[in-house]
């Protein structure tokens, strides 16, 4: 099969790419080895989060949080987006001054959507909080979205814009061709004049195959999902001292993630969670949250995502292979960049350039 | 109360698979521990058969006092047991979460011998959901552990043999059986007769049921067979249950309405601890894949009993005593050999008692459009309050298994962690794609199967890393 672009991987950063690349009228194959949102893209935490980040980030996390806000636009449906705020709750003095130093060094650079709220400020945001905490940093603007809506609304897009999505095709192999690229698969062959890259966990398999290989780590961050509670959180709540992402989902329940790692078999795709680890969560919570101690914990799951040493993503073109492209590697905080991504990564692929700053995420830094 | 973290072996479930189990390696001198949900052993079958007055066992039938000797045996046997435990986890690494008196903890073991039994087969009809509409299972275990029966009457309705026992029981207690309804298609019998010989060879079965039959239709109770649309009506809770027969649309005023459409193997744990499984076609149950000794796909996990297939009080005996000489063999305390030639009776025995099952299974088969095509407003979930027309949707939306499905709409996600949905979701899916059941597949099960709270789980007792 023939077409302009292919895109391997068919998780929310492929499906963005490939709905950008249809907007402007590029014929589109994606190729997904399974189906859309089997595994990070689907079942990570949701949070929309320009919080914190690597400075690297900022401006694309400003960007990505614009076409948050007008999602419907992009996709014609609300993802369940809420942006009602995000805080990282500071329970020491030193902690509230390593967070004003943040917004200092942000504000120095022109950046203005993090600032430093005090503890009345955080009360009234978060009542539930346990008393004495000192202050934290806030972005009104941050929020949450339902991911495995998400990458189907990303995905129904992509497809009514005229792209084409493959499940269950995995790629075996790539090797140049007269005019572009062949990508050898289980479904056979498929062929096109550029390549991205968006294979999440499992991208470092296709840069091997063009001899690039980068020191990715699949990992499998865990999350809990407890019961429905009446409505008493509208925020998501980080904190400086404990690894801790906590938000209620509009039906109540509350998802608890922490970064806390499953144990990963990764061959097989299997994760097993590690109770030993998610207990620290559990007292994280019992120790922020007191009234949370009765709740009643419904799930734990465990999705498989890519990690850089650095934390930070591989963004750009191929240094070994002409039109070939990457965008992978988000170590756990690439949802709310999705939109962006697929719009820098078209950029790159029809234009050649973005102007969006992506020199720091080039591949050529491993 | 303080004890051991790691052990040779653990029994999960103290029905008559897991005593027998238990009872057959604890003999041999292996370590071993049997933990069950619940308070006293005997399982759903024998439930508080230790404990029950002699009068009200005689209620229940001769059946009922073969688990006193069960019991006897394991007690004499010398294996440990811990009741009224709830297990939250278990995993392909063979530790199990428990959770017993509020405290958390994890426990290890070189062999895990599943005997989780069975459960009702939920089966989404219209109305199921409506207080007064309960599982047949339900009313029995009130009979059996407090004595409890229904004043106002019941209609009893659905297919299988757990119906006309739990009928001649009642009949038995004095309660008024305002009619029993048989979802089971008429057709149902010719697609049995050709597994009539095999089931004659353990004709005791087929006389036992014919026998609560004709007690039945003696005492008066009114019969009505191959009934469909079978609804449960009212507002706050049940009034009535409407059904069509022979064509006729009847109605029956009722305050309760005890359903029960067969037995499914309970299958959480093991899938929950990544063992394969298979749907069973016969059965319409998800069941373990096992080999002849009762071994799963995962390394020292067994699974025997219904738990991996619905066989029976009897055939789970065997095959608990079978899965207990392999794990005395797989712990080095006997060779293939003298396991062989222990296990050889209860094999053919076990053998002899399944041959009834084909017959049964195709004699109290459900309809097919009972289970795989719930009308539209239907509720198939009944935590998340899903209904058949938004899994339809979700289909039409180009879902193709029950994962996306459940992940799309929620389906499966309430606190009973799918377990009331997760049969209805997968033929529903199956029939609507026009697939086999297994490629629509079942839910993947996420620990903890059973709710655990944030305290409990932030007081995990740890027990020894591996």
């Given at each position: 099969m023939?077409?302009d672009?292919?895109?391997?991987?068919?998780?929310?950063?492929?499906?963005?790419?490939?709905?950008?690349?249809?907007?402007?009228?590029?014929?589109?194959?994606?190729?997904e080895?399974?189906?859309?949102?089997?595994?990070?893209?689907?079942?990570?935490?949701?949070?929309?989060?320009?919080?914190?980040r690597?400075?690297?980030?900022i401006?694309?996390?400003?960007?990505?949080a614009?076409?948050w806000?007008?999602?419907?636009?992009?996709?014609?449906?609300?993802?369940?987006?809420?942006?009602?705020?995000?805080?990282?709750?500071?329970?020491?003095?030193?902690?509230?001054?390593?967070?004003?130093?943040?917004?200092?060094?942000?504000?120095?650079?022109?950046?203005?959507?993090?600032?430093?709220?005090d503890?009345a400020?955080?009360?009234?945001?978060?009542?539930?909080?346990?008393?004495?905490?000192?202050g934290a940093?806030?972005?009104?603007?941050?929020?949450?979205?339902?991911?495995?809506?998400?990458?189907?609304?990303?995905?129904?897009k992509?497809?009514?814009?005229?792209a084409?999505?493959?499940?269950?095709?995995?790629?075996?192999g790539?090797?140049?061709?007269?005019?572009?690229?062949?990508?050898d698969?289980?479904?056979?062959?498929?062929?096109?004049l550029?390549?991205?890259?968006?294979?999440?966990?499992?991208?470092n398999?296709?840069?091997e195959?063009l001899?690039?290989?980068?020191?990715?780590?699949?990992?499998?961050?865990?999350?809990?999902?407890?019961?429905r509670?009446?409505p008493?959180?509208?925020?998501?709540?980080?904190?400086?001292?404990?690894?801790?992402?906590?938000?209620?989902?509009?039906?109540?329940?509350?998802?608890?993630?922490?970064a806390?790692?499953?144990?990963?078999?990764?061959?097989?795709?299997?994760?097993?969670i590690n109770?030993r680890?998610?207990?620290?969560?559990?007292q994280t919570?019992?120790?922020l949250?007191?009234?949370?101690?009765?709740?009643?914990?419904?799930?734990?799951?465990?999705?498989i995502?890519?990690?850089?040493?650095?934390?930070?993503p591989?963004?750009?073109?191929?240094?070994?292979?002409?039109?070939?492209?990457?965008?992978?590697?988000f170590?756990?905080?690439?949802?709310?960049?999705?939109?962006?991504?697929?719009?820098?990564?078209?950029?790159l692929?029809?234009?050649?350039?973005?102007?969006?700053?992506?020199?720091?995420?080039?591949?050529?830094?491993? | 109360?303080?004890h051991q973290?790691?052990?040779e072996?653990?029994?999960?479930?103290?029905?008559p698979?897991?005593?027998?189990?238990?009872?057959?390696?604890?003999?041999?001198?292996?370590?071993?521990?049997?933990?069950?949900?619940?308070?006293?052993?005997?399982?759903?079958?024998?439930?508080?058969?230790?404990?029950?007055?002699?009068?009200?066992?005689?209620?229940?039938?001769?059946?009922?006092?073969?688990?006193?000797?069960?019991?006897d045996?394991?007690?004499a046997?010398?294996?440990?047991y811990?009741?009224s435990?709830?297990?939250?986890d278990?995993?392909?690494?063979?530790?199990?979460?428990?959770?017993?008196?509020?405290?958390?903890?994890l426990?290890?073991?070189?062999?895990?011998?599943?005997?989780?039994?069975?459960?009702?087969?939920p089966?989404?009809?219209?109305?199921?959901?409506?207080?007064?509409?309960?599982?047949?299972g339900?009313?029995?275990?009130?009979?059996?552990?407090?004595g409890?029966?229904?004043?106002?009457?019941?209609?009893?309705?659905?297919?299988?043999?757990?119906?006309l026992?739990?009928?001649?029981?009642?009949?038995?207690?004095?309660?008024?059986?305002?009619?029993?309804?048989?979802?089971?298609?008429a057709?149902?019998?010719?697609?049995?007769?050709?597994?009539?010989?095999?089931?004659?060879?353990?004709?005791?079965?087929i006389l036992?049921?014919?026998?609560?039959?004709?007690?039945?239709?003696?005492?008066?109770?009114?019969?009505?067979?191959?009934?469909?649309?079978?609804?449960?009506?009212?507002?706050?809770s049940?009034?009535?249950?409407?059904?069509t027969?022979?064509?006729?649309?009847?109605?029956?005023?009722?305050?309760?309405?005890?359903?029960?459409?067969?037995?499914?193997?309970?299958?959480?744990?093991?899938?929950?601890?990544?063992?394969?499984?298979h749907?069973?076609?016969?059965?319409?149950c998800?069941?373990?894949?096992?080999?002849?000794w009762?071994?799963?796909?995962v390394?020292?996990?067994?699974?025997v009993?219904?738990?991996?297939?619905?066989?029976?009080?009897?055939?789970a005996?065997?095959?608990?005593?079978?899965a207990?000489?392999?794990?005395v063999?797989?712990?080095?305390?006997?060779?293939?050999?003298?396991?062989?030639?222990?296990?050889?009776?209860?094999?053919n025995?076990?053998?002899?008692?399944?041959?009834?099952?084909?017959?049964?299974?195709?004699?109290?088969?459900?309809?097919?459009?009972?289970l795989?095509?719930?009308?539209?407003?239907?509720?198939v979930?009944?935590?998340?309050?899903?209904?058949?027309?938004t899994?339809?949707?979700?289909?039409?939306?180009?879902?193709?298994d029950v994962?996306?499905?459940?992940?799309?709409?929620?389906c499966?996600?309430?606190?009973?962690?799918?377990r009331?949905?997760?049969?209805?979701?997968s033929?529903?899916?199956?029939?609507?794609?026009g697939?086999d059941?297994?490629?629509?597949?079942?839910?993947?099960?996420?620990?903890?199967?059973?709710?655990?709270?944030?305290?409990?789980?932030?007081?995990l007792?740890?027990?020894?890393s591996?």
């Amino acid at each position: 099969m023939k077409t302009d672009v292919i895109i391997v991987g068919g998780g929310l950063m492929g499906l963005s790419t490939a709905l950008h690349l249809a907007r402007r009228g590029t014929k589109v194959i994606v190729l997904e080895k399974q189906s859309s949102g089997r595994h990070a893209s689907g079942v990570n935490a949701g949070g929309l989060r320009q919080l914190n980040r690597h400075m690297a980030e900022i401006p694309l996390t400003v960007a990505a949080a614009e076409m948050w806000k007008n999602i419907r636009d992009l996709v014609d449906d609300d993802c369940d987006v809420e942006l009602n705020g995000q805080v990282r709750i500071a329970e020491t003095d030193e902690e509230l001054q390593m967070l004003q130093a943040r917004v200092d060094t942000l504000q120095a650079q022109g950046y203005q959507h993090e600032r430093i709220i005090d503890s009345a400020q955080l009360y009234q945001l978060v009542p539930s909080l346990v008393s004495g905490c000192v202050g934290a940093l806030y972005n009104p603007d941050d929020g949450s979205a339902r991911p495995f809506h998400a990458t189907t609304t990303f995905r129904h897009k992509a497809l009514a814009l005229g792209a084409e999505i493959h499940n269950g095709v995995e790629v075996l192999g790539i090797e140049e061709s007269n005019d572009g690229w062949q990508v050898d698969t289980n479904q056979g062959v498929f062929s096109a004049l550029k390549i991205v890259n968006c294979a999440g966990a499992w991208a470092n398999r296709f840069a091997e195959m063009l001899d690039e290989s980068v020191p990715l780590t699949p990992k499998a961050p865990m999350l809990m999902v407890t019961e429905r509670l009446p409505p008493f959180l509208d925020v998501v709540v980080g904190a400086v001292g404990h690894k801790l992402s906590f938000k209620q989902m509009q039906n109540g329940t509350v998802i608890i993630g922490g970064a806390h790692l499953a144990q990963l078999d990764f061959e097989r795709e299997q994760s097993t969670i590690n109770f030993r680890d998610l207990k620290t969560s559990a007292q994280t919570v019992a120790q922020l949250f007191p009234s949370m101690a009765a709740v009643r914990i419904v799930r734990t799951w465990a999705g498989i995502e890519g990690f850089m040493p650095d934390n930070i993503p591989v963004i750009g073109s191929s240094a070994k292979a002409d039109g070939v492209f990457h965008a992978f590697g988000f170590s756990a905080h690439g949802f709310q960049l999705s939109p962006v991504i697929g719009r820098i990564m078209s950029e790159l692929v029809l234009d050649g350039k973005t102007d969006l700053p992506i020199e720091p995420f080039d591949i050529r830094r491993f | 109360m303080k004890h051991q973290q790691h052990h040779e072996l653990v029994i999960i479930g103290g029905g008559p698979a897991g005593l027998a189990a238990a009872t057959t390696a604890a003999n041999t001198g292996v370590e071993c521990l049997l933990v069950d949900e619940q308070a006293t052993l005997g399982g759903q079958i024998y439930r508080a058969v230790a404990t029950v007055p002699e009068q009200r066992a005689k209620l229940l039938g001769p059946d009922y006092q073969c688990g006193r000797d069960l019991l006897d045996q394991f007690s004499a046997s010398g294996a440990g047991y811990l009741p009224s435990v709830t297990l939250w986890d278990l995993n392909s690494q063979r530790e199990i979460g428990i959770l017993r008196e509020g405290q958390a903890s994890l426990m290890s073991a070189d062999r895990i011998i599943i005997a989780s039994g069975a459960m009702e087969r939920p089966v989404p009809f219209p109305g199921w959901t409506l207080p007064g509409v309960m599982p047949a299972g339900a009313g029995q275990i009130l009979l059996k552990s407090s004595g409890l029966v229904p004043g106002d009457g019941v209609v009893l309705a659905g297919a299988g043999p757990l119906l006309l026992l739990l009928a001649w029981q009642y009949l038995q207690a004095g309660v008024t059986i305002h009619a029993i309804l048989d979802v089971a298609p008429a057709a149902n019998f010719w697609k049995a007769l050709p597994h009539l010989p095999g089931a004659l060879l353990t004709h005791h079965y087929i006389l036992k049921g014919l026998r609560y039959q004709i007690a039945l239709k003696r005492a008066g109770v009114k019969f009505y067979n191959g009934v469909t649309n079978l609804q449960a009506i009212g507002g706050e809770s049940l009034e009535a249950v409407e059904f069509t027969h022979r064509n006729k649309k009847q109605r029956i005023d009722t305050p309760l309405l005890l359903s029960h459409f067969g037995v499914i193997p309970e299958s959480h744990l093991s899938r929950c601890a990544g063992c394969d499984h298979h749907w069973d076609e016969a059965q319409l149950c998800w069941r373990p894949v096992t080999d002849d000794w009762g071994n799963s796909s995962v390394e020292g996990i067994a699974i025997v009993g219904d738990g991996a297939g619905i066989g029976g009080a009897v055939a789970a005996q065997h095959a608990g005593r079978v899965a207990g000489f392999e794990s005395v063999r797989a712990l080095g305390r006997m060779d293939t050999k003298q396991r062989d030639d222990a296990a050889r009776d209860d094999k053919n025995w076990m053998r002899d008692d399944l041959r009834v099952r084909p017959f049964l299974e195709a004699l109290f088969r459900p309809p097919a459009a009972l289970l795989n095509a719930p009308k539209d407003d239907t509720l198939v979930c009944r935590c998340e309050e899903i209904d058949a027309s938004t899994i339809r949707n979700a289909i039409r939306a180009g879902h193709e298994d029950v994962n996306q499905i459940k992940f799309q709409t929620r389906c499966g996600m309430g606190p009973c962690q799918g377990r009331q949905c997760d049969n209805a979701m997968s033929q529903l899916v199956a029939h609507q794609l026009g697939v086999d059941t297994m490629v629509a597949g079942g839910y993947r099960i996420r620990p903890p199967i059973r709710p655990l709270t944030i305290e409990q789980l932030a007081g995990l007792e740890e027990g020894a890393s591996k």
